[in-house]
């Protein structure tokens, strides 16, 4: 399946049916008088937010939503059918944004969670809701409430707990692979990642998902390489574990680099709290790590955490940290004792 984490779409919500103007004609009824019907509903537009999903590739094909319009009202008072509610599902992560893409109009982060983007138009009122003493026939009816339509941006952000930075050839895939039931494509040239990837890794009796995202070079905020675009799948982790090349020529200057690109693209990203892991090592001596190790740690001003993702070597220590820094796991809900009829039980409308 093919990843797409923007789609422009557009969404009209349905108009209200038209109100009936009718008369009551019966036997023995001497003064029938209006009995015209109101005019249905239009259907909503409703985004849900669905597990399962985790690309918009769907919306390349299908960009255009349209709910229906209520049904006329009738003679003998009866109402129209409403039009029915268009649901539109997306991915957990999903934002809609207005056209201009500066307005964030809905954020989806809870599974299951529902919004009603447009309301239909009601239905006009049918002749028989304008009769009064002094109007006893009246023939003027309503015809519905228009429609709202507009043009929306989906962008995805991918929900994860930790993300991976660091340049091209890093060793990012090669770590969420070791770590996770991932299946990333490793290469020996840059940016074998064309695409962010999520991996769920299982340690010390915790689970905690893992976003790799494509390398970073310098100018990337310009647009460089790949660009910082899928920087905005990190921006709800809750720590970015930095991996850097030890074998590269100047691997502080490579930190520097990618921390410098953070900070242009901003969304709070260069103040998450960060892990360091010095990736590689099993290709040099050990002496020599020791002095990088030293040099990354007086220009970070933080703790570096020397690791291999080939080896395994300091992975172990590496995910210690992430899990310290995720926090603890969200304690499950109590189940509710449908047994007993004095407890409540909770339920949804939707």
């Known amino acids: 399946m093919h990843f797409l984490d923007q789609a422009k779409i557009f969404v009209r919500s349905g108009a209200g049916g038209p109100g009936a103007v009718s008369f009551r004609r019966e036997k023995f009824i001497e003064y029938g008088g209006p009995d015209g019907g109101n005019g249905g509903k239009g259907g909503d537009i409703i985004f849900e937010a669905v597990p399962g999903l985790n690309t918009l590739i769907d919306f390349r094909y299908t960009q255009h939503f349209r709910a229906p319009r209520g049904k006329g009202g009738a003679g003998s008072n009866r109402t129209g059918a409403g039009g029915e509610d268009l649901i539109i599902r997306v991915p957990i992560g999903t934002q809609v944004l207005s056209e201009d893409k500066e307005t964030i109009l809905a954020d989806f982060t809870v599974p299951g969670e529902r919004v009603v983007f447009m309301r239909g138009g009601d239905g006009g009122r049918g002749n028989a809701s304008y009769k009064t003493s002094t109007n006893r026939a009246p023939r003027q009816h309503g ?26 050839n890093a060793g ?64 709800r982790c809750k720590v970015l574990l930095h991996l850097v090349d030890a074998t590269l020529d100047n691997p502080v200057e490579n930190y520097r680099i990618v921390r410098g690109e953070l900070d242009a ?38 703790e570096v955490m020397l690791m291999s993702g080939a080896s395994g070597e300091g992975i172990p220590a590496v995910l210690d940290r992430l899990v310290e820094a995720i926090g603890p796991a969200l304690a499950a809900p109590a189940p509710i004792n449908t047994d007993d009829p004095e407890e409540p039980v909770e339920w949804s409308p939707i």
């Open 143 to 168: 015809t519905g409430w228009p429609h709202e339509e507009a043009w929306v941006w989906l962008r995805l952000k991918l929900l994860a707990d930790a993300g991976l930075l660091g340049l091209p």
């Open 265 to 302: 693209y901003g969304a709070g990203l260069l103040d998450k709290p960060e892990v360091i892991g010095l990736n590689k090592i099993d290709a040099l001596p050990s002496a020599e790590v020791k002095k990088l190790a030293t040099k990354l740690k007086r220009a970070s001003k933080a």
């Open 172 to 235: 990012k895939s090669t770590f969420i692979n070791a770590v996770s039931n991932a299946k990333a494509k490793v290469g020996d040239y840059p940016f074998t990642t064309t695409r962010p990837q999520l991996g769920v890794v299982s340690h010390k009796g915790r689970e905690f998902v893992v976003a790799d995202i494509p390398g970073l070079i310098e100018g990337a905020a310009d647009g460089a390489g790949i660009g910082d675009r899928f920087l905005g799948h990190i921006e």
